[in-house]
Nanobody, 127 residues
Framework: QVQLAESGGGLVQAGGSLRLSCAAS????????MGWFRQAPGKEREFVVV????????YYADSVKGRFLISRDDAKNTMYLQMNSLKAEDTAVYYC????????????????????WGQGTQVTVSS
């Protein structure tokens, strides 16, 4: 079992930055694929980014490429999402997720089937 806890959300003006954290406990995060999703009011949950543990590859949604950066500190069992140049459309609840096994479709299609989820952290970008 892995428990995930997000932090770092808040209110920021458009163009600003935030860094989200996802702390993992229960099992070492170093052997888990970990990533972020978000869900805006009235919308489906959408994929943001994932980091594969086996080879370190990362995949970003087109909407955040060049603005968001995922990183991991496996010694601290923590994953981060640095979000820059934030836009109003980035407003959402952000969730971290983890799974021991890699199936890209599980990540790219809303995360259904992934094993572990955090409780979410609200990010609000004012325009």
């Amino acid at each position: 079992q892995v428990q995930l806890a997000e932090s770092g959300g808040g209110l920021v003006q458009a163009g600003g930055s935030l860094r989200l954290s996802c702390a993992a406990s229960g099992r070492p995060s170093s052997t888990y694929n970990m990533g972020w999703f978000r869900q805006a009011p009235g919308k489906e949950r959408e994929f943001v980014v994932v980091s594969k543990w086996s080879d370190g590859l990362t995949y970003y949604a087109d909407s955040v490429k060049g603005r968001f950066l995922i990183s991991r500190d496996d010694a601290k069992n923590t994953m981060y999402l640095q979000m820059n140049s934030l836009k109003a459309e980035d407003t959402a609840v952000y969730y971290c997720a983890a799974d021991r096994f890699w199936t890209f479709n599980n990540w790219s299609t809303g995360g259904y089937g992934l094993s572990y989820w955090g409780q979410g952290t609200q990010v609000t970008v004012s325009s």
